[in-house]
């Protein structure tokens, strides 16, 4: 897919997911600097386990992410960062918060922190999710983008 100008930092990306655990399917999202130079990729996986997420430059595996998300098929998910932390919300429900400081590998904070500024962002993954870059919103578990999904 194509880079997309987005700073995650101060806005959110949303995105949807139609796979179910053990398809071992995985949602790459790659995150580069506002001069497009690479800083590190983010990943989701429907592991038989259950839904794992990876964070470049701070984890040595892949991790269960903490909330097990909602059992339903068609996922909605919110993608944030802020200096220190990275958030995924699925269906409305925050599943993870991931503290930079708390990564394995030596740097995690440094390559992901306050001096980072983000600009652009490219799926990189086998699936192609639907994705929108403007708040989704919706009653109950049912989200929907306030424009169309790319």
């Known amino acids: 897919m194509e880079k997309v100008q987005l ?12 796979s179910v ?6 949602v790459v999202v790659a995150i580069y600097s506002s001069e497009e130079e690479g800083i590190g990729k ?9 839904e794992l997420f ?5 984890m040595g595996a892949f991790n269960k992410i903490p ?3 909602s059992e ?3 996922k909605t998910w919110t993608m944030s960062m802020s200096d220190t932390a990275l958030t ?7 599943v993870l918060e991931y503290e930079f400081v708390n990564g394995v590998e030596e740097g995690c904070a440094t390559v992901w922190g306050e001096n980072v500024e983000i600009g652009w962002i490219e799926f990189q993954n086998d699936i192609a999710p639907s994705y929108c870059l ?8 049912s989200y929907y983008c306030n424009r169309n999904w790319t």
């Open 7 to 18: 700073d995650l930092k101060s806005q959110s990306l949303y995105f949807t997911t139609n």
């Open 88 to 94: 995924l919300v699925c269906n409305g429900e925050t």
């Open 134 to 141: 403007e708040e989704c919103s919706g009653p109950g578990k």
């Open 21 to 26: 655990a053990q398809s071992d399917d995985k």
């Open 72 to 74: 339903v098929q068609l």
């Open 54 to 58: 990876f964070v470049e430059h701070c």
């Open 67 to 69: 909330v097990v998300p």
């Open 42 to 50: 983010i990943w989701i996986r429907f592991h038989s386990s259950g």
